[in-house]
């Protein structure tokens, strides 16, 4: 079956750097494009960044362009997220989704369980 | 950018009632690429409908999806306990793809 998992959230400084994964398994990774989408305390999901199935395009939300970079390799079934000069509006659970490939990315048929980013001095 | 504005933000309903969630879009949404997901507190957001009125992989019939253009309506046939949750809907014709707010369907 179909999973998806991710690490590497945590406690880290205003202006500090965090870096996540996404382990996945259960399906040929390496066919879909993949996402990282953000869900603050208490608030709605946010888009934060996708990335095709060969690494060829990417895209970011304003909201983190210039401060993260998505990437991932599918010789290990794996995606992250390289997130620097963090922000205290960048706290949120972080959540990895797969594309379902029903039209040109499609909506997100599975997601990770979420990892928590904290920003706070 | 195409904002989704989804209402009412709260519905407060019986089980085996029928639930009626609206999405409205700023803009068309380009091949009524327009989805919704249910999620229950604690964990991540399910896939339920996709292009408007598709029900994905393993969801019961009584979640139904209609709509085009700019408004798009997510219906719960009869509520079973565990449809109490928030349900967000998320356009993916537009960059950016974006999510409405999201409306939470609360036992009555």
């Known amino acids: 079956q179909v999973q998806l998992v991710e690490s590497g959230g945590g406690l880290v400084k205003p202006g500090g750097s965090l870096r996540l994964s996404c382990a996945a398994s259960g399906f040929t990774f390496s066919d879909y494009y993949m996402s990282w989408i953000r869900q603050a305390p208490g608030k709605g999901l946010e888009w934060v960044s996708w990335i095709s199935s060969s690494s060829s395009y990417t895209n970011y939300a304003d909201s983190v362009k210039g401060r993260f970079t998505i990437s991932r390799d599918n010789a290990k079934n794996s995606l992250y997220l390289q997130m620097n000069s963090l922000r205290a509006e960048d706290t949120a659970v972080y959540y990895c989704?797969?594309?379902?490939?029903?039209?040109?990315?499609?909506?997100?048929?599975?997601w990770g369980q979420g990892t928590l980013v904290t920003v706070s001095s | 950018e195409i904002v989704l504005t989804q209402s009412p933000g709260t519905l407060s309903l019986s089980p085996g009632e029928r639930a009626t969630l609206s999405c409205r879009a700023s803009q068309s949404v380009s091949s009524n690429y327009l989805a919704w997901y249910q999620q229950i507190p604690g964990q991540a957001p399910r896939l339920l409908i996709y292009?408007?009125?598709s029900r994905a992989t393993g969801i019961p019939d009584r979640f139904s999806g209609s709509g085009s253009g700019t408004d798009f309506t997510l219906t719960i046939s009869r509520l079973e306990p565990e449809d109490f949750a928030v349900y967000y809907c998320h356009q993916y014709g537009s960059s950016p793809e974006t999510f409405g707010q999201g409306t939470k369907v609360e036992i009555k």
């Open positions: 989704a797969r594309y379902d490939n029903s039209a040109y990315k499609g909506a997100f048929d599975y």
């Open positions: 292009g408007a009125s």
